[in-house]
């Protein structure tokens, strides 16, 4: 079975500041998507970035860029000069089949102090 | 550009009584459509998914139903609510004959049962 475990529950970071959140996942498969979606207080969940499994280069948008590690079934997600805005839930997720369904992590509590 | 909207937004309703929570996707044809459960603590739970109108597959046995009766309608429905059915519900879409993986989300419902 596909699972995607996210081993931080909460993380916290200073304002302007970068932190990572880690994600690792199992499948057998050799072609498929990992995503990081972010869930603010309104609830709605957002896509912050995508990867597709058969680039090598890491996905970047903006101050959000990922680390995937194809062979170690990672796929962090690295924030950048962090904003009181980034505070929200981020979850981890895989998309292995035809049908689109995502496998989502349990998240991680993202918090910013000013 | 595509937009989802699911209503209501927030339900308190009491143990068996009868629920409809409803998802409708405006500025595309055809989607994958998606019902998803949020319980705290444990991500998001892939509840139903529809690949056409009357199409519905199940990803878990439970109290819940799910029909769509147009194209880009949704709907999740029980017959009598159980207090575990309590939890935050996420229509999301995606489109289809496109393998992106991505999936597009709602506002969500938070449905509270007493």
């Known amino acids: 079975a596909q699972t995607v475990t996210q081993s931080q529950p909460e993380m916290s970071v200073q304002e302007a500041e970068t932190v990572t959140l880690s994600c690792t996942y199992d499948?057998?498969?050799?072609?498929?998507?990992l995503f990081w979606y972010k869930q603010p207080p309104s609830r709605q969940m957002i896509l912050v970035i995508r990867?597709?499994?058969?680039?090598?280069q890491n996905a970047t948008e903006n101050r959000f860029s990922v680390n995937f590690q194809k062979a170690a079934k990672s796929f962090s997600l690295k924030i950048s000069d962090s904003q009181l805005g980034d505070a929200a839930m981020y979850f981890c997720?895989?998309?292995?089949?035809?049908?689109?369904?995502?496998?989502f992590g349990k998240g991680t509590k993202l918090s910013v102090k000013p | 550009s595509q937009t989802i909207h699911q209503w209501p937004a927030t339900l308190v309703q009491p143990v068996g009584s009868p629920l409809s929570l409803e998802c409708t996707v405006e500025?595309?044809?055809?989607?994958?459509l998606y019902w998803y459960r949020q319980a705290a603590g444990r991500g998001l739970q892939l509840l139903f998914y529809?690949?056409?109108?009357?199409?519905i597959s199940s990803e878990v046995p439970q109290n819940l139903s799910a029909s769509r009766p147009q194209d880009r309608q949704f709907i999740l429905s029980s017959k009598k609510l159980l207090l575990s059915d309590s939890g935050f519900y996420l229509c999301?879409?995606?489109?289809?004959?496109?393998?992106?993986?991505?999936?597009?989300f709602g506002e969500g419902s938070r449905l509270t049962v007493l």
């Open positions: 997720a895989f998309n292995g089949g035809s049908q689109g369904n995502l496998i």
């Open positions: 500025g595309t044809s055809n989607p994958n």
């Open positions: 990867q597709e499994a058969y680039k090598q």
């Open positions: 999301a879409w995606s489109v289809r004959g496109r393998y992106t993986g991505e999936l597009f």
């Open positions: 529809s690949v056409g109108i009357g199409q």
């Open positions: 499948t057998s498969e050799s072609d498929y998507y």
